[in-house]
């Protein structure tokens, strides 16, 4: 099946820095990438949704200052936390909508941040 | 709006006992998707199955099964003779037939299968 890779997969930084997180289709065009956020024992919730081209569509809630997203390329989309919190602990996984498939979703692996 | 609900937070069972996780799910939509997916300690969705709103047959899979009842709204998912290596949160998950819509999950069950 479809891969989608998530780098790191696991980060530990220091509060008020900024991490990037990658999040990469590794055999298949994405035009679509979704990005969830995921706190311990609890279920996955949806922050943005985001298309290649163009700016990214944010949930209710989510601070698109503090989230930035890029969909620079169909194979390709970052997160960057920016001035990271330990509020901002958690985990993060991306999907991935591939352009000849678009009723299917594939995960990456995830990426577990952990801010001090 | 579109809604999982997954009612056992957590659920322990003796290993060769069978377990079955309920799902039940609300939606406007006509045509819809349903999903299953397993989460181990590691973090990362294991995909599971897709069913799509028109096929209403119950689907087997080595020891899994899953019972689609479009007229309750429940996507049930059971587990025959569990084992240790069972243990993981799952997390049923439902979308529109479009893909432009992400998953909206439920809150998962938490299988804890004890030796």
């Known amino acids: 099946g479809a891969v989608v890779s998530q780098h790191p997969s696991r980060v530990i930084c220091k509060s008020g820095t900024s991490v990037k997180i990658e999040c990469r289709s590794l055999d298949f065009q994405a035009t679509t990438m979704f990005w969830y956020r995921q706190f311990p024992k609890q279920s996955l919730m949806l922050m943005a949704t985001?298309?290649?081209?163009?700016?990214?569509?944010?949930e209710q809630g989510v601070e698109k200052d503090k989230f930035l997203i890029n969909h620079a390329s169909l194979t390709l989309s970052t997160l960057t936390v920016t001035s990271a919190h330990p509020e901002d602990s958690s985990f993060y996984i991306c999907?991935?909508?591939?352009?000849?498939?678009?009723?299917?979703?594939?995960f990456g692996p995830g990426t577990r941040l952990t801010v001090l | 709006a579109q809604k999982v609900t997954q009612a056992q937070t957590e659920i322990s069972v003796v290993e060769k006992e069978d377990v079955t996780l309920d799902c039940v799910y609300e939606?406007?939509?006509?045509?819809?998707?349903l999903f299953w997916y397993k989460q181990p300690p590691s973090g990362e969705l294991v995909f599971l199955i897709r069913r799509n709103s028109f096929d209403e047959q119950n689907e087997i899979s080595g020891r899994y099964s899953w019972n689609f009842q479009k007229s309750t709204s429940s996507f049930n998912f059971t587990i025959t003779a569990s084992q240790v290596v069972d243990s993981a949160v799952y997390f049923c998950?439902?979308?529109?037939?479009?893909?432009?819509?992400?998953?909206?999950f439920g809150k998962g069950t938490r299988l804890s299968v004890i030796a």
């Open positions: 939606t406007r939509d006509t045509t819809y998707y």
């Open positions: 999907s991935a909508r591939p352009r000849r498939d678009t009723d299917t979703q594939y």
């Open positions: 998950a439902l979308s529109d037939i479009s893909g432009n819509t992400p998953l909206v």
């Open positions: 985001s298309n290649e081209g163009s700016k990214a569509t944010y």
